[in-house]
């Protein structure tokens, strides 16, 4: 998947690739773990910034700060505050070990101080993820993927990649009815414009 993006978005082609590949979290994370080493050992790095909350971020996270190199985490600070998800534990940990905090919002910094990390490593930058969206709406706007596909109207296209979101019947439901909710608030907010201009 990652080849898509850096083909479609024309993203420079990684200077290392780990390749890892797929596996379980422990098995995923301990592979990262070792073979970053192995990097960090090569190169002289002054910093090593990580993104997000994926098994590469704590992989990294862990070797950096074994290796005493200073660690950066960008979209610090976000929590769902459910442990159960292995997405919550990486960011947890990685908040820990870090120097430098990025925050994509307001409520980041407040859930850090609560954890006792203190705001002076913490810098509110913005949300990257809003910020790529912008960057590239002209690229989507581009794309020919709705005539290829002979999509017509109105769409929306949503992925619900967590385990919590499909694998429970009654989440995934809640899910769905939300959406349906929102969709028919946002119709009769639609019908309601149009009778006010007619």
């Known amino acids: 998947m990652a080849a898509i993006f850096i083909e479609e978005l024309g ?77 919550e534990v990486n960011r947890v940990l990685t908040d820990r070990l870090s120097t430098l905090l990025f925050t994509t919002s307001p409520e980041a910094k407040s859930n850090l101080n609560k954890e006792g990390i203190s705001s002076i490593g913490i810098h509110f930058v913005g949300n990257t993820m809003i910020d790529s969206l912008v960057q590239w709406q002209s690229h989507f706007a581009k794309s020919t993927i709705r005539n290829d596909l002979g999509l017509v109207g109105d769409y929306a296209l949503i992925t619900f990649h967590r385990p919590s979101n499909v694998d429970d019947d009654a989440s995934l439901q809640k899910l769905v009815k939300a959406i349906n909710d929102i969709v028919a608030v946002q119709s009769l907010y639609q019908a309601h414009k149009v009778r006010q201009l007619s």
């Open 11 to 87: 993203m420079k082609t990684p200077d290392i690739n780990l390749d890892v590949g797929s596996g379980t979290h422990g098995f995923q994370t301990a592979k990262i773990l070792a073979a970053y080493e192995e990097v960090l050992l090569e190169t002289s790095s002054d910093l090593v910034v990580v993104f997000g909350d994926v098994n590469s971020t704590i992989a990294c996270s862990l070797a950096a700060t074994k290796l005493q190199v200073p660690l950066a985490h960008v979209e610090a600070g976000l929590r769902s505050f459910d442990r159960s998800m292995p997405e």
